[in-house]
């Protein structure tokens, strides 16, 4: 596809629950990155891929939260044991270069915890 | 903690007139700078990028860059009510991989 795409563009789920975040970057993009945005906040930045390798998960909130990356495309994001604080629009942006190059959002995925 | 500052605004201009968007970082050994424009509801959408020192024009928009006072701007010339949005300024620091962000100035432009 011509951008980033993500999926789903909207998750309910109980608190508790698993979740699966996805995110298709842009074909040939080598880094791929992961934010959260609340309502009415700025980005936070979660994690950082450059290949299949997480240089940075600096941003990752809680041992709740982990990342993979394969076949140096598709990436998920997974949220174990949801809580209401996880609410956020989740954003995944890539890029063709590394650290410093453009990066260009997917659309996000909105996730709300009951 | 290597930070970017915005006002949130809400920055208000008439129609035609130029906006200017203000953004500072504190990491002196940042490296390049980005400007995302983000409407309610929506994703950023990255509308300019500037790495040198002085002016990048492109369009309507032109970004500025002063290193030695660690500040970057934006323009908006002849604003239109659809550059109304959120601009967020993104700065890579000198270390790190990711971008940090403002938390964005709110722009309302005024028929």
């Known amino acids: 596809g011509a951008g980033v795409s993500q999926s789903p563009s909207n998750k309910v789920t109980e608190k508790g629950k698993d979740v699966e975040l996805r995110c298709d970057p842009i074909?040939?993009?080598?880094?791929l990155y992961w934010y959260r945005q609340s309502l009415g906040q700025g980005l936070e930045f979660l994690i950082y891929?450059?290949?299949?390798?997480?240089?940075?998960k600096s941003g990752l909130p809680s041992d709740r939260f982990s990342a993979e990356r394969t076949g140096g495309s598709v990436s998920t994001l997974t949220i174990q044991r949801t809580q209401q604080e996880d609410s956020a629009v989740y954003l995944c942006?890539?890029?063709?270069?590394?650290?410093?190059?453009?990066?260009?959002f997917g659309p996000g995925t909105r996730l709300t915890v009951l | 903690q290597k930070e970017v500052e915005q006002n949130s605004g809400p920055l208000s201009v008439p129609e035609g007139a130029i906006a200017s968007l203000n953004c500072t970082y504190s990491?002196?050994?940042?490296?390049?700078f980005f400007w995302y424009r983000q409407y309610s509801g929506k994703s950023p959408e990255l509308i300019m990028f500037i790495y040198s020192n002085g002016d990048k024009e492109d369009g309507r928009f032109t970004a500025q860059l002063n290193k030695a006072s660690q500040y970057v701007s934006l323009l908006i010339r002849d604003s239109q009510p659809s550059d109304s949005a959120t601009y967020l300024c993104?700065?890579?620091?000198?270390?790190?991989?990711?971008?940090?962000f403002g938390k964005g100035t709110k722009l309302s432009v005024k028929p």
């Open positions: 074909s040939g993009h080598t880094a």
């Open positions: 942006a890539s890029s063709f270069l590394g650290p410093g190059g453009e990066q260009f």
């Open positions: 891929f450059q290949g299949n390798s997480a240089p940075d």
């Open positions: 993104a700065v890579k620091g000198g270390s790190q991989g990711n971008l940090i």
């Open positions: 990491d002196r050994g940042s490296q390049s």
